[in-house]
């Protein structure tokens, strides 16, 4: 019909893929750069050299189409279409995915006394400013802070005993009522911790910790907790009337 003209989006969007790696890539490119052009820019996206590549093109659905193979052609003689495939082939036969494996990179590192000598490093500047593990004195207060909790620790767990009543107080939570089951320490954390047994199904497990059971109790009963959490006493399990009739 006179008067009515094709318009053609003067760019495209297109998926590229390589041999060089395993990913894929979306681009727009200009529809009116040559195939030669065109290989230029994909340098930069797979790493192949220009020179190097062979260009496949793919549909939207992955089936294959044709060769982008002339040079001087305009890319938008070639059927490509948005969600397109360029598959590029790495013709030079380098190993593929070589940019990927960093445990075939060979890595430098530099010996500890060379890197002693150094001045401006990281470990220098700790050293001259006395900080962080370098700093011997602020060391020191802190293991003798944690010798002191680990005793004033030590003294509430010898308060208690396995099979005495207790409540549970932690921060943010309400009060648990229980039994004592276990003092002591255990292998899943440094420490004196008591594992409860709580009235109710309030708890994370049966006794069991990484597969070691410390105390025998139903699933959702037990719980560990630090001594100070802990108060035993004459505590009655309550009475929440689950049993009544309704």
């Avoid at 590549?53 to 070639?78: C, H, I, P, R, V």
């Avoid at 220098?124 to 003798?144: C, D, H, T, V, W």
């Avoid at 010798?147 to 009543?165: C, S, Y």
Wanted: charged share 30%.
């Amino acid at each position: 019909m006179d008067g009515v003209s094709l318009i053609t989006n003067p760019t495209v969007s297109v998926r590229v893929t390589s041999t060089a790696n395993s990913f894929e890539a979306l681009r727009r490119f200009n529809r009116a750069i040559t195939i030669a052009e065109f290989k230029c820019k994909l340098e930069l996206v797979v790493g192949i050299q220009a020179s190097c590549m062979d260009l496949q093109l793919f549909s939207s659905t992955d089936a294959f189409l044709q060769k982008l193979d002339d040079n001087e052609a305009l890319m938008g003689s070639y059927p490509v279409d948005d969600n397109c495939r360029i598959h590029v082939i790495d013709k030079s036969g380098s190993g593929s995915g070589g940019f990927e494996d960093l445990s075939t990179v060979e890595k430098f590192q530099l010996p500890d006394e060379a890197y002693d000598k150094r001045s401006e490093s990281v470990r220098s500047f700790l050293k001259k400013n006395k900080a962080g593990r370098f700093n011997e004195e602020k060391a020191a207060q802190k293991e003798e802070l944690q010798v002191q909790r680990d005793a004033e620790e030590k003294l509430l767990a010898e308060a208690l005993a396995p099979g005495l009543r207790c409540e549970v107080q932690l921060m943010g939570q309400p009060t648990r009522r229980g039994t004592v089951m276990y003092v002591g320490n255990t292998e899943f954390k440094p420490g004196y911790w008591v594992g409860v047994k709580y009235d109710e199904p309030l708890g994370k497990h049966d006794g069991s910790v990484n597969g070691k059971q410390y105390f025998q109790c139903q699933p959702k009963y037990g719980a560990f907790v630090k001594p100070q959490f802990v108060t035993v006493g004459d505590f009655p399990e309550e009475d929440f009337g689950l049993s009544d009739e309704m």
